[in-house]
């Protein structure tokens, strides 16, 4: 760091602690780190930066200032202009942070995972989805978090693609997903698994498993 950015971070620091400094302080030592510093936690001073300082925040290191201030503070989204080239660890991070920012992002290129947290924040995106882009364990993911899948998205799921431990994973929190179930994936140790955490499952066992239930030693059985 220069003499001036020392200072800029210095100033920062201090105001996050105490912004009743603000009369003191020299805002013309303020770079885009110093900014980025005091407005995660002290926003009104954005009033005191005219923003051209966002212009350091376009590069792939450089758009991570703008992801974790927008996730401390949301407010200011419109100031960003960098939102088509947000990765989707950057996403990932932002959409857990700001569910509502959601409706700024578009669903074309997203990954399956990324795609679900914009479904589950703004299920009015749902014309937008493209599913082609999901794996079994995207949806998996997508259809243990999302509070209500609609039905249109089950009718488009390739439940014949997922494997016992998929549905294992499934099962064991959404029992409505077992009218899907393809059973005849099962492993003997997928049915263990099921079967220690839900024997209310028993009865499914019995008709598609082909194997007898005392040699599954479920009691005694424990998790990985």
Same mark, same amino acid.
Not at 123 to 132: G, I, K, N
């Given at each position: ?8 971070? @210095? ?7 105490? *912004? ?44 991570? !200032?703008? #992801?974790?201030?927008? &996730? ?8 960003? /202009? ?9 996403? #990932? !991070? ?24 914009? =479904?589950?924040?703004? *299920? ?6 493209? #599913?082609?882009?999901?794996?079994? $364990?995207?949806?998996?993911?997508? =259809?243990?978090? =999302?509070?209500?899948?609609? &039905?249109?998205?089950?009718? $488009?799921?390739?439940? @014949? ?6 549905? #294992? ?6 029992? /409505?997903f077992a009218k899907y179930c393809h059973w005849d994936t099962f492993e003997t140790d997928n049915w263990r698994e099921l079967l220690h955490s839900r024997p209310e499952y028993r009865s499914e066992f019995n008709a598609h498993s082909g194997l007898k239930y005392e040699d599954l030693d479920v009691e005694n059985w424990e998790p990985f």
């Open positions: 760091m220069n003499d001036t950015t020392d200072k800029g971070m @210095e100033w920062a620091t201090r105001l996050c602690e105490n *912004p009743g400094l603000a009369a003191e302080c020299d805002w013309t030592a303020f770079d885009g780190n110093a900014w980025h510093c005091l407005l995660c936690k002290q926003p009104q001073f954005s009033s005191m930066c005219d923003w051209s300082f966002a212009r350091e925040w376009r590069d792939e290191i450089g758009r991570w !200032y703008w #992801v974790t201030l927008l &996730g401390e503070q949301p407010q200011f989204a419109d100031r960003c /202009d960098c939102w088509a080239d947000f990765d989707e660890t950057d996403l #990932v !991070y932002l959409l857990r942070k700001q569910p509502s920012l959601a409706s700024r992002l578009t669903m074309e290129k997203q990954s399956g995972e990324v795609q679900g947290m914009i =479904l589950n924040a703004d *299920p009015e995106a749902l014309s937008r989805c493209r #599913v082609d882009n999901f794996s079994s $364990k995207d949806w998996r993911r997508f =259809l243990l978090e =999302l509070d209500a899948v609609p &039905g249109e998205l089950l009718d $488009k799921c390739p439940w @014949e693609k997922f494997t016992g431990n998929d549905w #294992v994973g499934l099962l064991c929190s959404k029992a /409505d």
